[in-house]
């Protein structure tokens, strides 16, 4: 993998969660490319592993482990063989999260007709699942704040640490459909904020990192038809791009190393980085 500068992170153990996912295993690659060892944490096994395999082939340090993000006992557990396995944890990336059909409308805005709707292919905010709102939001909300209270405990004790939270675009300006998924990730924004104070006093730093648009094979079916041309939503994007493209995973590479180098970034703490090609930046006209 080519980096595009130099960190040094050896003797450095960095924990990552959502590990075996496209954006997240890039991240473990990157981090293990600098020296770091790798624990990489995945609901799907098989997933991790695979990850961890590519980086000891290429040459470095890490293990795939089963955990689940959302039970405190798992990730005990997790925390209990990474300790063994490496020591204690330096660098933990909060990548777990996703959605759920069960938090998303079908429809982008509420017609007069909808409130009379009997179509089960039409899903209003008023037949939004309050389970799978709920299972959207704890699988990102949660899935942040219980690993960060089984790892972040080491790192308070040993009076240092670097926390990088896995927030969206969506927490500065929600997108349409995807109520659950939007308020999810604006509270993983807060929360960022909220722990860099708490932890300000024993040496963690936390920070976050707000991706834009990125093709991914959890959001593929979305922006691409079975055809592979592109939906009317990848359309609506691109327009409200700058950039006019999707990011590249590795564009996310560079703004990682510079959160989880303390003598780039040792006095950032509490920020929540856009990477979104002027996304943020664009008012539409």
Known sequence: MKLPFDTDLKDKVCVVTGGGGVLCGMFAKAIASCGAKVAILDLREEAA?????????DGGIAKGYAANVLKSEEMKAVRDAVLKDFGTCDILINGAGGNNPRGTTTKEYLDFEDLENTKEEIKTFFDLDPDGVSFVFNLNF???????????????????????????????????????????????????????????????????????????????????????????????????????????????????????????????????IPVDGGFSAYSGV
């Open 49 to 57: 592993k695979a990850v961890a395999e590519e980086i000891t082939k």
């Open 142 to 272: 949660l899935g942040t704040l219980i690993p960060t209270q089984i790892f972040a405990r080491d790192m308070a004790e040993k009076k240092c640490g670097n926390i990088i939270n896995i927030s969206s675009m969506n927490a500065f300006t929600p997108l349409t459909k995807i109520p659950a998924y939007s308020g999810a990730k604006a509270a993983i924004s807060n929360f960022t904020q909220w722990l860099a104070v708490h932890f300000s006093r024993v040496g963690i730093r936390v920070n976050a990192i707000a991706p834009g648009f990125f093709s991914t094979s959890q959001n593929r079916a979305l922006l691409f038809n079975e055809d592979g041309t592109p939906t009317a939503r990848t359309g609506k994007i691109l327009a409200a791009t700058p950039m006019n493209r999707f990011g590249e995973a590795e564009e996310l590479i560079g703004t990682l190393l510079y959160l989880v180098n303390e003598d780039a970034s040792g006095f950032v703490d509490g920020v929540v």
